[in-house]
């Protein structure tokens, strides 16, 4: 009887408000503050290390194109490849109904880092590393929008933190629905845990500047490392999963945690350039003549 009781009866609305025909959901919510903290912690870079603000502006324009359209093509490529090659028009068209992946994500964000360096001439790893802190926490807050969307939920568990997602049972009594482990939780934890690991990294012993590719090699450690650990625990997205050894999610994070124990390796040694990028925004201005 105890047993019936430890759980949690989760029935969130994912839309915020509705204007119209208007609709704010909490998904879309959390991306968007996640492209602003993510701008917020840029400006921060720029004014602490002495930066000109030409860098946060071009870089948010790349990244943030790199991190949406990565999310969804990566989603439509990675998990419903048979649909969407047939009608590859609903990559854009069928936007709203939903599908994006956190690995098609990140690639794109390698993307447009790696734009972003070659038109300031920067070394690729000094955005390597400081994205990694906004990127943390902003998986967090990706992660809590799934779980007021009901979406990327864990097997069944008689965990006492058992989540019943009644919306994904609808015309089901509650007392059929079977809790859940809150795997969107699980993750969230993971990355708020790395996110602190990271700020103190760069803010309290300056890792970033004084070994360059560490920071990101533990970012990617506390993001890619423990994604496959929390899919043992989740529900396959798709059913071409089920017969699968590792599932979608714990291949795609393969290539990424052997990047992190490059970086991390290549950082330690000192492989990267050390200090300040020689970019223009760093250069001193050139005494105007004309005077």
């Not at 999610?249 to 290539?255: R, W």
Request: hydrophobic share 45%.
């Amino acid at each position: 009887m105890l047993n019936d009781l430890l759980y949690i009866v989760w029935d969130a609305d994912p839309v915020m408000f509705t204007i119209g025909g208007f609709e704010l959901r909490y998904y879309g919510l959390m991306w968007a503050l996640t492209f602003l903290i993510g701008e917020r912690f840029f400006t921060n870079y720029v004014k602490r290390e002495g930066f000109g603000s030409q860098i946060v502006e071009t870089g948010f324009i790349w990244i943030v194109l790199g991190a949406v359209l990565g999310a969804r093509i990566g989603h439509c490529l990675f998990y419903e490849f048979d649909y969407y090659i047939t009608k590859p028009w609903a990559i854009i068209t069928e936007f709203r109904n939903g599908g994006m992946a956190s690995h098609g994500s990140a690639l794109g964000m390698l993307l447009g880092m790696w734009i972003t360096t070659r038109k300031h001439k920067m070394p690729y790893v000094w955005w390597l590393d400081r994205i990694m802190i906004p990127v943390a926490i902003g998986g967090a807050l990706v992660r809590l929008g799934n779980l007021m969307n009901s979406e990327i939920v864990g097997r069944a568990t008689d965990l006492p933190w058992g989540f019943k997602f009644v919306r994904l049972y609808p015309n089901i009594g509650e007392a059929m629905i079977p809790p859940q482990h809150p795997a969107q939780l699980y993750e969230a934890i993971c990355y708020v845990i790395t996110f602190v690991i990271l700020c103190v990294m760069y803010y309290k012993y300056d890792v970033a500047r004084r070994k360059p590719g560490v920071i990101f090699g533990v970012g990617l450690i506390g993001i890619f490392l423990t994604r496959p650990f929390i899919e043992m625990v989740k529900v396959n997205q798709e059913a071409f999963e089920e017969g699968m050894l590792l599932n979608m999610g714990q291949l795609l994070s393969i290539p990424f945690i052997i990047m992190a124990v490059l970086m991390i390796w290549y950082g330690m040694k000192g492989r990267f350039p050390v200090g300040k990028p020689d970019c223009p925004e760093n250069r001193p201005q050139k005494e105007d003549k004309r005077k």
